[in-house]
């Protein structure tokens, strides 16, 4: 097993309106309480994406902020690299939209995105806000995700992508169909907040043990009787 991890989180200043950046910390956590080392390494803008890290996030941001992460980012080979070579990405709200081929800032033009994923976002007329009970298709074996959306994105998958799960409760990527999320090659993309890996640590093992291989069982009762506590309130 690797015993030490490489964490990039991508333009944390610019990305991380929600509190996105629990997201690096619960990996953090729960791969140093397995014995692994981690470094973090934050990119911010002038930056290079280091592309030989073993996994990477991008959270979410405002619409300015996320105009200005998806140009930086298409000038820079680090992240499609990563990609390219199967590195875990967990990408939320607006770094999933970014990662398509184009999003609609609030003025209703067209921007350009990374072109790592095959989808496509335009905006909702009423903002998407609430608790979502989903449950995921693309990852065998994986709990009922529950999360926090806070969104105007409408994301439209393409055929080479898949969603990342069925929507039980909450609107999701709110093009028609009761689904969230995406999962496409070693990217997993997510509208959830709360940090999405703190309310599902399943998730984060997952994407822990893609870099990492099999991992030791982990008594974590904080974090069930957390995420326990936001199924109740999201089930009413």
């Known amino acids: 097993m690797i015993e030490h991890l490489t964490i990039v989180h991508i333009l944390p200043g610019l990305l991380g309106s929600y509190g996105d950046v629990g997201n690096v910390l619960v990996l953090r956590h729960r791969a140093e309480s397995r014995g692994i080392k981690v470094t973090i390494v934050n990119v911010h803008p002038g930056e290079r994406v280091p592309a ?3 996994l ?9 902020e996320e105009t200005c992460a998806a140009e930086l980012l298409r000038r820079d080979t680090g992240l499609a690299n990563a990609f390219q070579r199967g590195a875990p990405i967990l990408a939320v ?30 905006r ?5 806000v609430g608790d979502v009970l989903a449950e995921v298709t693309a990852i065998p074996d994986m709990p009922t995700l529950i999360g926090f959306e806070n969104h105007l994105g409408a994301t439209v998958l393409g055929p080479t992508s898949e969603p990342l799960a069925q929507v039980r409760h909450g609107v999701g990527n709110g093009a028609g169909e009761p689904v969230e999320g995406v999962a496409q090659g070693s990217v997993v993309g997510t ?3 709360g940090p999405v890996l703190a309310l599902n640590p399943a998730l984060a093992d997952h994407l822990l043990a893609s870099v990492v291989g099999h ?9 069930e009787k957390f995420r326990s506590s936001r199924i109740s309130r999201a089930q009413g």
């Open 52 to 54: 030989s890290a073993d």
């Open 56 to 64: 990477y996030v991008i959270g979410g941001g405002q619409g300015d």
């Open 93 to 122: 709200c607006a770094g999933l939209q970014l990662l398509g081929e184009w999003f609609t800032d609030s003025g209703g033009n067209k921007v350009a995105g990374v072109g790592l994923l095959d989808l496509v976002t335009t």
């Open 124 to 128: 909702l007329r009423v903002r998407a």
């Open 191 to 193: 509208y959830l907040h």
């Open 215 to 223: 991992l030791l069982p982990m008594d974590d009762e904080r974090a």
